[in-house]
């Protein structure tokens, strides 16, 4: 491994990288906060992108990226162009993308990988012989799809010819076995496998093998257990393997991801000889297609880094590394109480007490299966960290809490898409923002909501806009969902009690069919009311 | 349950009970966990905390004697003032028991060091 070279000041000289670049992928509207963390911790500037950070990283820090806190995954830069041209003729793109990996700075990627991972054998940056054949453009996937169409359909087919089977007991034997055979064909797949490998094997000339052996591993992994596929290139254990993603956004395109990938990794594998492998690889190469932007990095983390700290999950538990952005913009002082009244799986008070600011967190859930889920995802954390939180099993709206006694509110809501549901929805947000702006602190106050029922909460805040007022709004994306990130802050306004009381009342006169809806279903703690002990 | 939370519940959120703290804690197993101490965090904790219901609640799980009778005067230098506070709010755990409401008597059950605050439809 090389040693960091941080007193080597050498622009010019290619191969002394003292300086890279990481792209990090972020929550899409989280970049800023994203931002701030790396300027805090890292000390450096980040561009926000859609959906990702980028930022030029002295390599002794390299090793610092993978503490951040709201990064998924990162990624270090080993080519960019920002206008890269792409002409009419696919044939032409494709030898052209296949040409540009000998562009990418490979040293730098590889070094730096080296860093996070092993591999046994040494991986040389730079091949022995450099070839200036980077095998011919193929199209891999212009057959095998519809294929696959064909045999799903078929099967399709067979599953309402069994179902009528069922239905009518009266079929004929016979009929009864011709069906099964047909089913088999279709499970099998042979059709599927035999038009792929004439296809391929048509489409593509001798230099080229090593599409065989990828377009083979894409689209026949599901058949691979029937029938030992034979290898054209023999594994090379001496060799890492690797795998290209390729994403690929804008119009203007005459191919499709796909195609691209395969014709990047065909090229990487005439130029290093690395193998292939689509699932466990040691190495992966993203291609970034971005209209007219070209880069090519090399991925640095295995699994989203929003996985970590949390092993048992809900159906809807947070990621850790969107509950670290609004915690971030809670701005959390030492001292400060912090309560997430509807914790689910806890993501939020599991990331308060691991993101090192000293403070004691509450974390509430009203269903029991939420609190188990809490409870097993803290005893995966050390007990020094665990001393800074507390459960408790409570209704939101009825917080058996002092007045005053907490300074910060951070919860995700249910949205009533999964959890919960849109009409519930209408309780129990102004209900919560009514019973939270009690318990917290006048004037210093703060509370980060987060919720995907934006008009819901809207119509809420403007019920209590004497209570809160919202101080900023980042929309995010979380998994599709356009969700609203509020950060609200409390008012001067001392507590009115008769406004809990009438709040009271109403839910008593409102309370109707789907009070019992939410009830019935047992787990769906979020939304229904304290009723269930 | 750690003694820190147990000083921010209360039980006046059932009906018709105005003063529902400190809620009494009737113990069957309680446990003491070290957790780092950090003088500064204890200190911004004392102005936020009732200081006579947390020294009854160590009362209630028999450690009558652990915290003097009144705040030290300037506690954020009083080092030992600190620690036995740290002591008593973070470190001592009830983990079976049950928290009865003062005024009406309402048991709350702790299990697996879990308050369950949930009232019946009626007591809202």
């Not at chain 1, 926000?48 to 002794?60: A, Q």
């Not at chain 1, 070209?294 to 983390?301: K, W």
Request: hydrophobic share 35%.
């Amino acid at each position: 491994m090389a040693a960091p070279m941080d007193n080597m000041k050498n622009s010019d000289a290619s191969d002394v990288h003292d300086v890279c670049t990481i792209d990090a992928t972020v929550t899409t509207g989280f970049e800023t906060v994203a931002g701030e963390e790396v300027q805090e911790k890292l000390g450096i500037k980040a561009i926000g992108l859609r959906g990702r950070i980028r930022f030029e990283c002295p390599m002794s820090l390299v090793k610092e990226v993978a503490k951040l806190r709201t990064v998924d995954n990162f990624r270090v830069l080993m080519f960019y162009n920002s206008n890269y041209t792409f002409s009419d003729d696919q044939v032409e793109n494709m030898r052209k993308l296949r040409n540009l990996v000998s562009e990418v700075n490979w040293p730098l990627g590889i070094q730096i990988w080296k860093r996070f991972f092993s591999f046994e054998h040494n991986i040389a940056a730079v091949p022995e012989n450099i070839t200036s054949d980077f095998g011919e453009p193929c199209f891999p996937n212009i057959q095998p799809p519809k294929s696959a169409e064909k045999s799903k359909r078929k099967s399709k087919g067979n599953k309402w010819k069994k179902k009528r089977e069922l239905k009518d007991k009266l079929a004929k034997d016979t009929d009864q076995v011709n069906d099964k055979n047909e089913h088999l064909d279709g499970v099998q797949g042979e059709p599927v496998e035999a038009l792929c490998n004439t296809d391929t094997v048509q489409l593509l000339p001798v230099d080229a093998k090593d599409n065989v052996q990828k377009d083979c591993t894409e689209s026949v992994e599901v058949n691979a257990a029937k029938k030992p596929r034979v290898r054209e290139n023999p594994w090379n254990p001496l060799m890492p393997s690797f795998r290209v993603t390729c994403h690929r956004t804008g119009d203007s395109h005459n191919f499709d991801s796909m195609t691209a990938a395969a014709n990047f990794g065909g090229a990487i594998y005439c130029y290093f000889g690395w193998n292939v492998k689509m699932t466990e690889f040691d190495m992966e190469v993203l291609l970034n297609i971005d209209e007219h932007q070209v880069a090519v990095s090399m991925g640095l983390t295995k699994e989203s880094l929003h996985k970590r700290d949390i092993t048992t999950f809900g159906p809807t538990t947070l990621r850790p590394t969107v509950a670290n952005g609004m915690l971030r913009l809670c701005e959390i002082q030492t001292g400060d109480i912090v309560c997430d009244p509807m914790c689910g799986a806890g993501s939020i008070p599991i990331q308060g007490i691991l993101s090192g600011q000293q403070s004691f967190h509450l974390a509430g859930e009203i269903g029991k299966n939420c609190l188990n889920r809490v409870r097993s995802n803290l005893k995966f954390l050390s007990s020094e960290s665990t001393g800074k939180v507390d459960a408790i099993r409570w209704d939101v709206c009825n917080l058996p809490l002092r007045d005053k006694s907490v300074d910060v509110f951070i919860t995700d809501l249910p949205f009533g898409v999964r959890m919960g549901h849109k009409v519930e929805n209408w309780r129990l947000y102004p209900g919560a923002l009514l019973e939270m702006a009690r318990v917290v602190q006048p004037e210093s106050g703060r509370c980060c909501l987060l919720t995907e029922d934006q008009k819901c909460l809207f119509r809420s805040l403007q019920k209590w806009n004497k209570y809160w007022t919202r101080s900023k709004t980042l929309v995010i994306n979380l998994g599709g969902l356009a969700a609203g990130v509020f950060v609200l802050s409390r008012t001067r306004l001392p507590f009115n009690m008769e406004d809990r009381l009438t709040m009271l009342r109403e839910f008593k006169r409102t309370k109707g069919g789907h009070h019992k809806d939410s009830r019935d279903k047992g787990d769906n703690p979020e939304t229904s009311k304290g009723d269930d002990s | 349950m750690k003694l820190i939370t147990h000083n921010m519940l209360t039980s006046n959120i059932i009906k018709g009970v105005k003063n529902g703290f400190p809620l009494k804690i009737i113990a069957s197993k309680v446990e003491e966990k070290e957790v780092d101490f950090n003088p500064e965090f204890t200190a911004r904790m004392i102005p936020k905390i009732d200081w006579q219901a947390l020294r009854q609640a160590a009362a209630d799980l028999g450690k009558p004697n652990s915290l003097p009778e009144a705040v030290a005067d300037q506690y954020e230098e009083n080092v030992d003032f600190l620690k036995q506070t740290h002591h008593v709010l973070m470190e001592l755990e009830v983990i079976e028991g049950e928290l009865v409401c003062p005024e009406s008597g309402r048991k709350f059950p702790v299990s697996n060091g879990i308050p369950n605050m949930l009232l019946k439809e009626d007591e809202v």
